[in-house]
Nanobody
Framework: VQLVESGGGLVQAGGSLTLSCAAS????????MGWLRQAPGKERELIAA?????????YPDSSVKGRFTISRDNAKNTLILQMTSLNAEDTAVYYC???????????????????WGQGTQVTVSS
């Protein structure tokens, strides 16, 4: 599976950004997906997950709940992360990841993801 993120960049605090992840190499609808991020000096953390059919989502990080929305378009083999009300603490490299799971299951641990993108930098200026 190949995953390619796009949409990162520099944004002012309070602004919005939408990240995309294009997947190939395996039927996208067979993949549970997630977004993770890694800030400087910190571990990579899961911030959003979505089931194969998109009917179940998970946001383990309370700091992004209500601000970030994960979604997917199985017809376009694309994973999306909509980010609003960005602040300096959101500055990180954002990674798209994929793993195998039953249709309605989200992958809730970083270790459950098998395939990873190269990441896209998001920088929020205050």
């Amino acid at each position: 599976v190949q995953l390619v993120e796009s949409g990162g960049g520099l944004v002012q605090a309070g602004g919005s950004l939408t990240l995309s992840c294009a997947a190939s190499g395996r039927p996208f609808s067979n993949l549970a997906m997630g977004w993770l991020r890694q800030a400087p000096g910190k571990e990579r953390e899961l911030i959003a997950a979505i089931s194969r059919n998109g009917d179940s989502t998970y946001y383990p990080d309370s700091s992004v709940k209500g601000r970030f929305t994960i979604s997917r378009d199985n017809a376009k083999n694309t994973l999306i992360l909509q980010m609003t009300s960005l602040n300096a603490e959101d500055t990180a490299v954002y990674y798209c990841a994929a793993g195998l799971a039953a249709p309605s299951i989200r992958l809730t641990s970083r270790r459950q993801y098998t395939w990873w993108g190269q990441g896209t930098q998001v920088t929020v200026s205050s």
